[in-house]
Nanobody, 123 residues
Framework: QVQLVESGGGLVQPGGSLKLSCQASGFSFNNYAMTWVRQAPGKGLEWVSS?????????RYADSVKGRFSISRDNSKNTLNLQMNSLKPEDTAVYFCAKNLDGDSYSSYEPPRGQGTQVTVSS
């Protein structure tokens, strides 16, 4: 059974940093691309970033976070990470990790399964 548990969110001032983590279990983590998505209050899911499977060579970012966020994976720990720097109020959202359908970072991702982690950027 696929399980994804997000952590690391919190309240941070504009310009600050946070590192989100996603602990995966129940599938061969290294074989699949992984994705971060977010949902701001009153809005739908927004794609944030994806990383390819195995070595994580391909990393893609939404224009809104490019240059500020960095996705990575640790296959030895079945963990997906999202380093978020220079945070802005518009980054406020619940962040979810999701498993892609295969190892291609361009593949579709499955609906998020976890509870997500709240990120609030405010002074």
């Amino acid at each position: 059974q696929v399980q994804l548990v997000e952590s690391g969110g919190g309240l941070v001032q504009p310009g600050g940093s946070l590192k989100l983590s996603c602990q995966a279990s129940g599938f061969s983590f290294n074989n699949y691309a992984m994705t971060w998505v977010r949902q701001a209050p009153g809005k739908g899911l927004e794609w944030v970033s994806s990383i390819s499977g195995t070595y994580g060579i391909i990393r893609r970012y939404a224009d809104s976070v490019k240059g500020r966020f960095s996705i990575s994976r640790d296959n030895s720990k079945n963990t997906l990470n999202l380093q978020m720097n220079s945070l802005k109020p518009e980054d406020t959202a619940v962040y979810f990790c999701a498993k892609n359908l295969d190892g291609d970072s361009y593949s579709s991702y499955e609906p998020p399964r976890g509870q997500g982690t709240q990120v609030t950027v405010s002074s």
